[in-house]
């Protein structure tokens, strides 16, 4: 069965500081993504990576960095927290781009 | 910029009936197309996808229907049942420097009445 893990179901964290969200896929897909879900936003794409070391950005970086140090990792960074990255960050890892992508169960981040 | 448009952000349906979800796009480029159901506090899981180069393809009770030259694609449910009330989100699959990246849209939310 295939598994998209997210280290944490639920964070609270304070304005400023730097948060890791980390995942871990067990497919050996080449490509991972992180997104986040907020009301009425849909699914909103972060970054994205294809290869180990390699990144893209994707709509809404700012804010965020992230790290594929082994394929099967793709970490998520906020620099300094703020109240308005308080969402729903979901990770995701495909084969290719003509197969579906695998979502892990998703991290409420919450920014106080 | 959307390039992935759901217009109805809810919809209300008798259990037993027939579910329309509908969704727009804009990229003519986008060549493979999904739709995945999202119950709060979990992730997305994948239901069915669909190709470019079909305009049909079904999955059980789950039919996706593709119309390339009005660049709309929508997901037919029939006989709805309550488990499927969640958030649908369509995407598309698009070709981004060398590689591809999923672009999602907003969402409908389903409520299957009993």
């Known amino acids: 069965d295939v598994k998209v893990t997210q280290s944490s179901r639920y964070l609270v964290k304070r304005t400023g500081e730097k948060v890791f969200l980390e995942c871990v896929q067990d497919m050996d897909h080449e490509n991972m993504f992180w997104y986040r879900q907020d009301p009425g936003l849909g699914l909103r794409l972060i970054y994205f990576?294809?290869?180990?070391?390699?990144?893209e950005k994707g709509d809404i970086p700012e804010g965020y960095s992230v790290s594929r140090e082994k394929k099967e990792r793709f970490s998520l960074i906020l620099e300094s927290a703020s109240t308005n990255q308080t969402s729903m960050y979901l990770c995701?890892?495909?084969?290719?781009?003509?197969?579906?992508?695998?979502f892990g169960q998703g991290t409420r981040l919450t920014v106080v | 910029d959307q390039q992935v448009k759901q217009n109805s952000p809810s919809l209300s349906v008798q259990e037993g009936r027939i579910s329309i979800l509908n969704c727009d796009y804009t990229n003519s480029m986008f060549d493979y197309f999904l739709w995945y159901k999202k119950y709060p506090a979990e992730g997305p899981t994948f239901l069915i996808s669909i190709s470019s180069i079909k305009d049909k393809n079904e999955d059980g009770r789950f039919t996706v229907f593709l119309n390339k030259s009005a660049k709309h694609l929508s997901l037919h449910i029939v006989p709805s049942q309550p488990g499927d009330s969640a958030v649908y989100f369509c995407a598309a699959s698009a070709w981004h420097s060398g590689t591809y990246k999923y672009i999602f849209g907003t969402g409908t939310r389903l409520k299957v009445l009993a």
């Open positions: 990576s294809y290869d180990v070391k390699m990144k």
């Open positions: 995701a890892s495909s084969l290719d781009g003509n197969t579906e992508a695998f």
